[in-house]
């Protein structure tokens, strides 16, 4: 049997029946597949972001003349250097919470104050011994406010 190059096969025909068929359903899928996705997706909030931990404390403490803040860190080389290495320290310590992290430091003098919240008092020794540790460091001020026993 020869074939005339001006028209489908019946074959071809077939197929492409097939194809037009099978349209419909394919697209009741997709979109099907599509509304269950965007139904799963959360809402965007439009609630403001939560205050960090230690927001009450900050606020606390800047009505507290007699303790001490980030305005009263020595801005000698030696005390700033000091700082930074007691929170690299603090920092680079992946066992403390996200609190423990942000805790305040300040140096003067090799004289290290840690201030702020932590979750419990292990994480409250564990802060005070890495900032002991610092070179340059000669005592630390621990007055870090533990939130649980520790556990």
Do not use: C, F
């Not at 009505?63 to 700082?83: F, L």
């Not at 992290?101 to 201030?115: D, F, I």
């Amino acid at each position: 049997m020869t074939h005339d190059k001006t028209g489908p096969t019946l074959e071809e025909e077939n197929t492409m029946s097939n194809l037009q068929h099978s349209r419909p359903w394919l697209l009741a899928v997709l979109l099907a597949a599509s509304a269950g996705a965007y139904a799963a997706t959360p809402p965007a909030s439009t609630s403001p972001p939560a205050d960090p931990a230690n927001t009450g404390v900050n606020k606390r403490d800047a009505h507290d003349n007699g303790t001490p803040t980030a305005d009263n860190q020595s801005n000698k080389q030696p005390d700033i250097r000091t700082a930074a290495d007691v929170r690299k320290a603090i920092v680079d310590d992946k066992s403390l919470s996200v609190e423990a992290h942000n805790v305040k430091v300040l140096a003067s003098g090799g004289v290290v104050t840690l201030r702020g919240p932590v979750n419990n008092t292990d994480e409250k020794k564990r802060i005070e011994q890495l900032a002991k540790n610092v070179p340059g460091v000669t005592s630390v001020k621990n007055e870090l406010e533990s939130e649980a026993k520790s556990q």
